[in-house]
């Protein structure tokens, strides 16, 4: 089994959107194939919980983004309209 490293390093506020999806996957795999203790299976969960919140805070600030996008476009279509 490819166990991860007992620490990581990267504080999961610095992963990019990749990096914390990628890193999830490495934990949810661990977690499936069973950690060797409790200790190392509450640490993979907890680890996951952060990874995942991190995941969601970039999907959250693209919606915002595309959203603010949309918006500039809409807008600048309503003052190129003829009145």
């Known amino acids: 089994m490819d166990a ?3 620490t990581t390093t990267t ?3 610095e992963l990019s959107y990749e ?3 990628d890193e ?3 934990v949810v795999g661990e977690l ?3 950690a ?3 200790e190392r299976s509450l640490e993979l969960w ?3 919980e952060a990874l995942a919140r991190r995941c969601e805070e970039w999907l959250i600030g693209a919606r915002a983004r ?3 996008a949309r918006a500039g476009r809409s807008d600048a279509a309503d003052d190129s309209s003829p009145r």
């Open 46 to 48: 907890e680890r996951g």
């Open 4 to 6: 991860m490293p007992e």
């Open 66 to 68: 595309l959203d603010a």
């Open 11 to 13: 504080p999961v506020a």
């Open 36 to 38: 060797e203790t409790l």
């Open 19 to 21: 990096q914390a999806r």
């Open 24 to 26: 999830l996957v490495r």
């Open 32 to 34: 499936e194939q069973g």
